[in-house]
């Protein structure tokens, strides 16, 4: 029996629900449910009643909540004795694929504990590159987005090389325009690939960065090639001042804090088969620390009110 499946027990408890507490322990579902299945079968008894409408504690379930609950008390009791001391001597990094709401989560933990000795660091990567620095240890957590017609593919990928993946939210897909663009003072609300096709698509993206984002291009099938750019910053230059269009996942509202769009205009892309999947990996074999999880929860906040 370990700490670990105690604390388990109580999330489970909690919510009455394998699918919630594995969100909120930042474990796979499976990985969650063999555990409980093993500490049942090492006591001998079942803890919890599996039902249709949700996870229930059995009458020997009831009894064991309330002793595992006073263990996990003392437990977070003598933890939190060194918590400040192991936040103050950790570390934090973050492989951020272009996400601006990542961006202000990590300023925001970062000025909570800029006064204490901990290791800050954030990159901008794309997909394989984030893929390639959290499984190498590098980065503690990759933020990524997955396009719909990709994600098994990817799913597959990072189980091949050790990671998890959790979901935070599904996104629209946005057309990114500047003034020179003709549609920059229309009204419109939403729009095609078709009305797109005697504009150049920017991006930063190619094959051998994200082949998912790169074929997205190809499906448009522009009369005009592709501008490749280098980074973010000059992306956004090329679209204030040039009639060419970028595809992004994040709106206006994601980048309120962000200056340099303000003179930009998001329209949503009209494309039924295609939209995108925001969410983080970890290794499979190294747990979050304390400051990992605390960065979740404060990005998880962030994007759950720009949902709103």
Not at 28 to 55: D, M, P, W, Y
Not at 268 to 280: A, I, R
Request: aromatic share 12%; charged share 25%; net charge negative.
């Amino acid at each position: 029996m370990k700490i670990e499946q105690l604390q388990y027990v109580l999330e489970i408890a909690k919510h009455s629900s394998m699918n919630k507490a594995a969100q909120n322990l930042y474990i796979a579902q499976s990985t969650l449910s063999s555990s409980i299945r093993s500490l049942e079968q090492e006591l001998g008894s079942k803890i919890f009643n599996r039902t249709s409408k949700g996870v229930y504690l059995t009458d020997f379930g009831t009894e064991f909540y309330n002793h595992a609950k006073s263990v996990c008390s003392e437990i977070e009791f003598m933890q939190s004795l060194s918590l400040k001391l192991s936040k103050s001597t950790g570390s934090l990094s973050i492989s951020n694929m272009f996400n601006p709401v990542a961006n202000e989560a990590f300023i925001e933990i970062y000025n909570k504990y800029n006064n204490d000795n901990i290791k800050f660091s954030i990159d901008e990567a794309f997909t394989l590159e984030i893929i390639s620095n959290v499984e190498a240890g590098i980065s503690d957590i990759g933020i990524i987005m997955i396009l719909s017609d990709a994600y098994h593919m990817y799913m597959k990928l990072m189980e091949s090389h050790g990671l998890e993946y959790h979901k935070f939210t599904d996104k629209d897909l946005y057309i990114v325009i500047g003034p020179q663009n003709p549609y920059y003072n229309s009204d419109k609300k939403s729009i095609t690939f078709a009305e797109l096709n005697n504009f150049s698509y920017c991006t930063y993206f190619d094959a051998n960065t994200d082949p998912a984002w790169n074929n997205l291009s190809i499906s448009n099938c522009n009369k005009k090639p592709d501008v490749r750019v280098g980074s973010s910053e000059c992306l956004i230059n090329l679209l204030a001042k040039t009639d060419g269009f970028a595809i992004e996942v994040f709106n206006s509202k994601d980048h309120s804090s962000d200056a340099f769009y303000n003179d930009l205009k998001f329209i949503k892309l009209d494309h039924n088969d295609l939209n995108c999947e925001v969410g983080w990996i970890s290794r499979t074999d190294k747990p979050l620390t304390p400051i990992a999880k605390e960065y979740l929860e404060i990005l998880k906040d962030k994007i759950e009110r720009n949902n709103r």
